[in-house]
């Protein structure tokens, strides 16, 4: 189990940018699982944003995400960031920090892959 507390949502206008940040703990070193990001809007399921695998590993992203958004971790601080430029209303959820379990191979796209889950941050976006 790893215990993510994200912080760094609040509310910007269309256009702005916001960085969230994870912070993670866990038994195992953090840089062994694999990371990444989830939105919820209301009443909509909730999607992946991108991820991050442990070790040298590549980053993944969703379409609506890629170009816009970075995802990146520092190990040696046990944290995850998720810059986020170029905000669209549409961008507006509760942003969700989750941690796999150590040394995960496999997909990163479904919330199944995650195990440990913090508690949300949330991002409003005004038009």
């Known amino acids: 189990q790893v215990q993510l507390v994200e912080s760094g949502g609040g509310l910007v206008q269309a256009g702005g940018s916001l960085r969230l940040s994870c912070a993670a703990a866990s038994e195992r070193p953090f840089r062994l699982h694999g990371a990444g990001w989830f939105r919820q809007a209301p009443g909509k399921e909730r999607e992946f944003v991108g991820a991050i695998s442990w070790g040298a590993g590549g980053a993944y992203y969703a379409a609506s995400a890629k170009g816009r958004f970075t995802i990146s971790r520092d190990d040696a601080k046990n944290t995850l960031d998720l810059q986020m430029n170029t905000l669209k209303p549409e961008d507006t959820a509760v942003y969700f920090c989750?941690?796999?379990?150590?040394?995960?191979?496999?997909?990163?796209?479904?919330?199944?892959?995650?195990?440990?889950w913090g508690q949300g941050t949330q991002v409003t976006v005004s038009s």
């Open positions: 989750a941690a796999t379990s150590p040394f995960y191979s496999g997909s990163y796209y479904s919330t199944d892959t995650f195990t440990s």
